[in-house]
């Protein structure tokens, strides 16, 4: 059966009342606010008293570059999570939520697969409960008052040549990457060109998943710099005075929402931050109340560790106040092969001098994830093409460099199948953690990134283009330099070139842009050619989604 077809299955005979997945981690009906009778959202009352509650341990699942392969972080920490409850922890789980981009286009959703997902499938992959419909309302409503201040007088002496602030819209949409507006007339508000970025590159989406609480939130949002004057001085939310407005729009989406597993795990599942171009973790509120609710919280950083894990490492940890005690990454036979240079069309071929060659990706997360001091173990998420020789070759490619693999059917095989990795990770949780972070937070912009070009990526060099060399000195002149640095970087490489497979080295990274995002609390540094808004492929996965006239979903993976 396809993923759709086994939650279906599930969904309709073995789906627990929300109430009741709450009250297995001590939640009580007054703690939800109920979307239904399978999801529902954390009080801002409950959400206050759980941060002062004492904290479990964190494993941080994380993966290799992705490939069309497929590695599958959110199946193995669902497959895991389950696995731990299985042997009596008290696991809760803490994902990202997904976008529509990736849905409708050809990555998937985000709620796992097989035997190991987050249901209800359908309503989490699509409109959830309006999460990403209310960041994009609430970053579209900014840019509309920006236009508006401009067309009604421009008191703050904005440039409009000099704004920062887009337009967002949570699609793949190639079309709105460079547009022209306030086209035909005086009336039609001053005509300046702008782009638009995916929903979940937004800035606000940054500053939903790193806010504390609403308090926080809005002291970010204030902080927001939406553009310059004509004297080059910055511009906020706070000097346009729609801060309240803004944050109002998000009051109900900064709240965490609160699913099931096929196997009743409690998951939670809020924020979603693209790991290329964003920072690519869940909200420091999810996964701390995780924290709070149970004895082990599983959370997940997007694309490979050298992007969503850096990133969690190095700019949310600092905010959540707690490092992982474990690092799971995730990795596949059929991916390795792909970097050891077999073709999308004969993965499926035992190939064990492939893997081996292509065990140099997973080597090189192991390292970077190794030096940050925290016990690394290898989960092998098990395709049915996987050979018992592959297998095998793979657990002692991960041996000879002191690292534990573990095979882990989840897909097929849930909970049950997670077991062994279960049994891993609760042994690495035992191992001491002495966590060291990548830089020191007083460096400079230009250190950061060439730290994490060298000793993460295993570049030489960076370049800097005009336009990068000019942002970097605005930076330094209004006193930024020195915040976390968050790389937009594509995912399929250690490099900037998406075709660099495997293990490349000895490259240049070329940055071509710096981005202040006040609100986040970093900055954007864009290199090579990744975009803030992504296109849709040839063949959508949206051609292949349907409804029938009882409103069952098919087609939806």
């Known amino acids: 059966m396809s993923d759709i077809e086994i939650a279906q299955a599930n969904e309709a005979h073995n789906m627990l009342p929300i109430t009741k997945v709450a009250e297995s981690v001590g939640l009580t009906a007054a703690d939800l606010e109920l979307y239904g009778n399978y999801k529902a959202k954390l009080s801002i009352p409950t959400l206050r008293r759980l941060r002062h509650a004492s904290q479990g341990k964190l494993v941080l699942v994380t993966s290799i570059n992705p490939t069309p392969a497929g590695e599958g972080k959110s199946t193995v920490t669902i497959g895991l999570g389950d696995a731990l409850r299985l042997r009596g922890q008290k696991a809760v789980i803490a994902l990202r939520e997904p976008s529509l981009g990736p849905v409708m286009g050809m990555k998937g959703g985000a709620t796992g697969g097989g035997y190991s997902q987050v249901v209800p499938m359908e309503d989490i992959n699509l409109h959830f409960t309006g999460d990403m419909h209310a960041l994009t309302t609430a970053v579209d409503t900014l840019a509309a008052l920006i236009d508006n201040h401009l067309q009604q007088g421009n008191a703050l002496n904005l440039d409009p040549r000099r704004l920062l602030w887009r337009r967002a819209l949570d699609i793949n949409d190639r079309a709105l990457r460079h547009v022209v507006i306030g086209l035909g007339g005086h009336a039609n508000g001053v005509p300046r060109e702008t782009e638009f970025d995916i929903t979940v590159a937004s800035e606000l989406m ?269 930076i330094r002149r209004n006193g930024w330099d020195q915040l976390p640095v968050c790389m937009a970087k594509t995912q399929y490489s250690f490099s900037d070139d998406a075709k660099a497979l495997g293990a490349p080295d000895d490259f240049t990274i070329t940055v071509r842009d710096v981005i202040p995002k006040l609100g986040a609390g970093f900055l954007v540094v864009m290199t090579g050619t990744v975009l803030t808004m992504p296109g849709l492929p040839k063949v959508p996965a949206a051609e292949r989604m349907d409804v029938d006239e009882n409103g069952k979903i098919s087609g939806l993976f």
């Open 206 to 474: 940054a500053v939903l998943c790193l806010a504390e609480d609403l308090a926080d939130l809005k002291a970010r949002i204030s902080r927001i710099v939406i553009g310059y004057t004509y004297d080059r001085a910055p511009v906020t939310v706070a000097d346009l005075g729609v801060t309240g407005a803004i944050a109002m729009l998000l009051k109900d989406a900064s709240k965490p929402n609160l699913v099931q597993t096929l196997a009743h795990t409690p998951t939670l599942i809020h924020g979603g931050p693209f790991a290329n171009i964003a920072h690519g973790c869940n909200s420091v509120l999810a996964t701390r109340t995780a924290l709070a609710l149970g004895d082990i919280a599983l959370t997940e950083a997007g694309f490979g560790a050298d992007l969503g894990a850096e990133k969690f490492m190095d700019i949310k940890a600092p905010v959540l106040g707690k490092t992982p005690d474990a690092v799971v990454i995730v990795a596949t036979v059929r991916a390795l092969k792909y970097n050891g240079g077999v073709k999308l069309a004969d993965l499926t071929t035992e190939n064990r001098t492939a893997l081996a060659e292509g065990f140099a990706n997973l080597r090189r997360h192991i390292t970077n994830m190794q030096r940050y001091g925290v016990p690394v173990l290898v989960a092998i998420n098990h395709f049915v093409s996987d050979t018992p020789a592959e297998i095998a070759d793979l657990i002692a490619l991960c041996e000879a460099v002191g690292v534990t693999a573990v095979d882990a059917p989840v897909w097929a095989d849930g909970g049950q199948g997670g077991l062994a990795l279960a049994d891993a990770v609760l042994a690495a949780l035992q191992q001491p953690a002495h966590f060291t972070p990548l830089y020191a937070q007083a460096t400079t912009a230009t250190e950061k990134i060439e730290t994490i070009v060298t000793e993460i990526y295993g570049g030489r060099n960076v370049t800097y283009t005009k336009e990068a060399q000019t942002a970097l000195r605005t």
